[in-house]
């Protein structure tokens, strides 16, 4: 089996073929003066996506990943399709197709917070680009999907994979906190199974978001007086949820505070912000960053390995 990335998922790309044992493969991408993306399978690829199932590593964000995601899926289409046909006639035209086996594969998903229609005629953002993308492929794989129910009547299979035993690990080797914390009922689930693997105190905090950039925290007695603690997120953006979870923390005598997430988005100057709240920040790969120093890759590989299964395609 053969793992391909383009221009923004690299580094996840090498990480789950290295889990995998599989080879990996960079497509060529490209930008035209105006911005418009460009995608070829290299040659030397082509043979490797017709002879066993592809596994496309890619994000949804920035926007641009979305295009070059569609693009590069429709090209590996083409190529196991045998559809090869060019102007300059440079190889065979038309092979015979393959079959199905074309997997993607989502490290960060971007859109996945717009998972609900607030007000009449909005787009369900998450489900739209979802849909766009089973169109071209037979499997998806995400990872540390914002509210994975958004997804749940897709015309494909999805795996739901996680990067939380991954932070587990990390943050007990490096940090051995003695409270994990959730800063708002939406990373319950995720927060707690850290706590529980590293076997240390859980508690979440109940969150209200003014707007983008303002969060109002509703008061609670936390029992982290003299301890370290660790507060665990599916993902950081501006900074703002952890900042104020943190200043909760500080003001009932936590000694240490830790921010960790799958997805470091971290806009607008937010490690510097975190810095000033928390000891350490703590991120997956999964969308380029700064402080990515959990490898993702594992966890992609589960979701890889459940999707092969249920396609009826592992070996
Ligand atoms: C929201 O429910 C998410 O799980 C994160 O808590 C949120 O997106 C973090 O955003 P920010 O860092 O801007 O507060």
Redesign the pocket.
Known sequence: MVVVSGSNAGTMASELAESLGWSHHALETRRFPDTEGYIRIPSETIDALRNEPVVLVSNTFPDSGIVETLLMLDAIQDVRAGRLQNLREIGPQTLPGVGKGVILAVPYFGYS?QDKRFKPGESISARAIANMLATRCDGMVVLDL?APAVLSEMSIPVSFTSAMPELAGHLKASVNPDFILS??K??IDRASSVAQQIGCEFSYLEKTRID?HT?IHKAKDLDVDGKSVAIV??????????CRAAEALRSQGAVEVHAACSHGLFTGG?IARLLRYVDGVHATGSLPNARDVISGGPALARGVNDILVELGLSS
């Open positions: 917070r914002h800063p708002d939406g990373a983008a969060i997120d599916d993902m950081i953006a501006t900074g703002g949820t952890i937010a």
